[in-house]
């Protein structure tokens, strides 16, 4: 690990305003960057500790949503009654990822810039355009089973790891930010994440020095809330494919998928055939899919995970 300095900010606007110095970053449950400074492949030179800037309560909105502020813990989260009871879908999407331990550390913030589990950008010794911009991209004819069957390019097949990222899509949730210079601005999750296109390593549509200050959700849509994962262990390990959805009794619907595209993919064109059943959904949500011969297994198993799901909000 190589050598940095630390400062723990006071507020929101002077943690931004201290990320404007050159190689800074934000720490928060430090569970994903802390890990990724041992390897290298993060090096900042300055941590900005955001844990006494007041950003840990989840409040109620005005409309009736609920404001979740970025530094509460994926456990606080998960394990909140308004949660639990009306945004059932994002409670179980993080209670599936990671270990009790690290849900206590994680933050709603740190999830959303979640980095990917690529094994390549994990490998510095590889060619990687996320991590090192213009050096290739070894996962492209490379072992790609775990990676993207849709949304990449042919800079980068890395996929988004979150689980609670694919709810907070389903939910049409908002990330509110805050600038250096104050400013504020709300960006739909629909917006937050960005295709790799020719700049992989641009991966959200944060500007620099801009802080994550809290996620909001709106009023509750009832529903049947329910979020399957499939995996190659029962626990501790990242999606090879998961289905977010929020079923109604009239079988209409929205879904997201995780483990499949660079961002939590969500195609709401294909959301008015879901009372036709999951492979009319299917038909829609991976129409543009390109897989390699090492994932192609993931385009049949997202069908059958959403006929799962489906079955299981008809029966529940």
Known sequence: MKPFTYERAKDAVSAARAATKPGAKFLAGGTNLLDLMKIEVETPTLLIDIQDTGLDKIEKT???????GAFVSNTALAADERVRRDYGVLSRAIVAGASGQLRNKATTAGNLLQRTRCPYFYDTNMACNKR??????SAIGGYSRQLAVIGSSSDCIATNPSDMNVAMRVLDAVVETVNPQGQTRAIPIADFHRLPGNTPHIETALQPGELITAVTLPRPIGGTHIYEKVRDRASYAFALVSVAAVIQKDGSGRVAVGGIAPKPWRVEAGEAAMPQG?????????ADARPTEDN?????????????????ARTA
């Open 62 to 68: 005005q409309d009736g949503g609920l404001r979740i």
């Open 296 to 312: 192609a297994y993931k385009l049949p198993l997202v069908e059958r995970t959403l006929a799962a799901t489906i079955n299981q």
């Open 278 to 286: 999951a492979k009319a959904v299917t038909a829609t949500l991976l």
């Open 132 to 137: 090192k911009p213009g050096s290739g991209c």
